[in-house]
């Protein structure tokens, strides 16, 4: 396939654009209008986009565009990591094997230095309702989410390791996102705690910056457990809705890790405070028991807890990373999340069981 799908700006979605995609499609197919529905720009550019043609009904009208972030702070954040690139090839490679629910890709397109695009079905056109970072789930879509984690945990269970085509998902690119996020640990903790106001108990300031200092050894700790595919990201703004039954949207950060941090990175951002913690014990027993179903003999209910309760420093940090930088999430999202994260990890007393 030699055709050229980059997109760099809304201009550039013309029908002759999308009429090399729908030819990759439907054969025969004739584009005759494209209309922009929607532009958000954030850690990438997202336009959500009507495509008139006279094709199958199977062929969606309604799609999903995501290229490079027309934000020069997010787009500088992003390019080093190539984080796009990552979801585009996960999209072509992958996708196909997961056991939950996503988006359909259309095209995608990664160039070294170019960028990359993708081109998704828009969920919206099979009634699906797309989620939003500040949601607060309740306990029985909190439950669904969960049942969908565990069996996407345990379906790549012992298989990352050993099969090669897993390992592009740890090669350098990887390495090199994550030592970013340790040299810039300090600096982006700093300017977040200044930025959170009175969202982060005063309690927790010099544990998140001791962790932010020793977050190389933080981080070595959190990738030891039992290795499987894992989503990176799963907040209530990349769930989508359908028929009561949740997806799962953004897999930009998708890596090879442990899949409890998925479980603590959801609770913490996706549950208020107070239904977390009288439910979340539930929750995890729920995970575990799909995990034993499916043949996990990795945990028992005390050494989940130990890595659940670990895990949930990231989701701190990844909040306020986020606020530090500005202009990924929309801001009152991104306050919410910071206040359900920080109770969290105050809730399980997190940094003690870290080796900072």
Not at 186 to 202: D, E, F
Not at 317 to 345: H, W, Y
């Given at each position: ?262 479980v603590s990175y959801f609770l913490a951002t996706a ?86």
């Open positions: 396939m030699n055709e050229n799908f980059l997109v760099r700006h809304p201009k550039n979605l013309t029908i002759n654009w999308a009429q090399r995609i729908v030819d990759n499609q439907a054969n025969g197919t004739k584009v005759s209008k494209v209309d922009i529905d929607s532009i958000d720009i954030g850690t990438t550019t997202r336009v959500r986009v009507i495509v008139d043609h006279d094709g199958p009904k199977t062929l969606p009208k309604r799609w999903f565009v995501k290229f490079p972030s027309m934000a020069c702070r997010a787009r500088l954040i992003t390019a080093l990591p190539r984080l796009l690139h990552t979801e585009v090839r996960f999209y072509q490679e992958i996708a196909h094997l997961i056991p939950v629910n996503r988006p359909t890709a259309l095209a995608g397109q990664s160039k070294f230095g170019q960028g990359a695009t993708l081109v998704l079905s828009d969920i919206t056109e099979s009634g699906a309702i797309p989620g939003h970072p500040g949601d607060a789930l309740s306990v029985s879509q909190a439950a669904m989410v969960i049942e969908q984690l565990a069996h996407f945990h345990a379906f790549f269970d012992n298989k990352v390791d050993c099969d090669p085509s897993f390992r592009w998902l740890a090669a350098s690119v990887r390495r090199l996102e994550d030592n970013l996020g340790t040299i810039l640990a300090v600096p982006l903790m700093k300017r977040g705690l200044q930025l959170a106001t009175n969202l982060v108990p005063a309690s927790l300031f010099e544990p998140i910056m001791q962790y932010s200092r020793c977050r190389k050894q933080a981080m070595n700790f959190l990738s030891a457990g039992a290795q499987t595919l894992i989503h990176h990201d799963c907040h209530p703004g990349n769930l989508f809705w359908n028929q009561s039954q949740p997806g799962f949207l953004d897999w930009q950060l998708v890596r090879i890790g442990e899949g409890i941090s998925d549950l208020d405070p107070e239904i977390r913690r009288q439910h979340e014990h539930r929750l995890l027993d729920t995970y575990l028991q799909i995990l034993i179903e499916k043949g996990n003999t990795t945990f028992n209910k005390d050494s989940l807890l130990l890595r659940y309760r670990a895990h949930l420093a990231y989701a701190l940090e990844a909040m306020m990373v986020t606020l530090a930088v500005g202009g990924l999430m929309p801001l009152e999202s991104n306050l919410e999340l910071i206040r359900r994260t920080a109770q969290a990890v105050e809730d399980h007393d997190v940094f003690s069981v870290l080796p900072i």
